[in-house]
């Protein structure tokens, strides 16, 4: 999930990647900026890669 976030996927990509609804992308994605602290998509891209997870 975090890959295809920094990939710059939007959640409707994502969930096709992933086999998955557009919805529950949106929620996963929601609760990893949360878990990194972010606001935004660009912020939680910026910080996974600070971390080196990305």
Known sequence: ???L???G?????IAEEL????KT???H???IMAKLGVV???QAVAA???RGLA
């Open 5 to 7: 976030l920094t990939q």
């Open 40 to 42: 935004s998509r660009l």
């Open 29 to 31: 994605v929601s609760r």
């Open 48 to 50: 996974a890669r600070d």
């Open 19 to 22: 086999f998955i609804s557009p």
């Open 1 to 3: 999930m975090l890959r």
């Open 9 to 13: 996927r939007s959640n409707r990509e």
């Open 25 to 27: 992308a949106s929620v």
